[in-house]
Nanobody, 125 residues
Framework: QVQLVESGGGLVQAGGSLRLSCTTS????????MGWFRQAPGKEREFVAA????????VLADSVKGRVTISRDIAKNTVYLQMSSLKPEDTAVYYC??????????????????WGQGTQVTVSS
């Protein structure tokens, strides 16, 4: 059974840090592009970051550049989203996704076939 499970969310003060993890199970994830998206209350889901299967190519949304890094550990079937200097506007449910998009489509949620249930990140001011 294909499964993506996010963890690491929580409540943090502005300026703080969090590391989100997404652990995958099932076949084929080692060759998948892994992405992170987020959805704030009342807003559409938006792209945050994505990384290719080998971990040597990644894309970050402009809104998080300089504050977020994405990495993956293939042996552990896990992708990480390290967030620092968090702002209240980073408050959202963060979703992990897996797919096989071309590089130019890393930010398109329709390019991903599998999704986790999400983990809540709340940044207080």
């Amino acid at each position: 059974q294909v499964q993506l499970v996010e963890s690491g969310g929580g409540l943090v003060q502005a300026g703080g840090s969090l590391r989100l993890s997404c652990t995958t199970s099932g076949r084929g994830f080692s060759s998948s592009v892994m992405g992170w998206f987020r959805q704030a209350p009342g807003k559409e889901r938006e792209f945050v970051a994505a990384i290719n299967w080998s971990g040597d190519s990644s894309v970050l949304a402009d809104s998080v550049k300089g504050r977020v890094t994405i990495s993956r550990d293939i042996a552990k079937n896990t992708v990480y989203l390290q967030m620092s200097s968090l702002k209240p506007e980073d408050t959202a449910v963060y979703y992990c996704a897996a797919g096989l998009p071309r590089y130019r489509l890393y930010g398109s949620e329709t390019s991903y076939n599998y999704w986790g249930q999400g983990t809540q990140v709340t940044v207080s001011s």
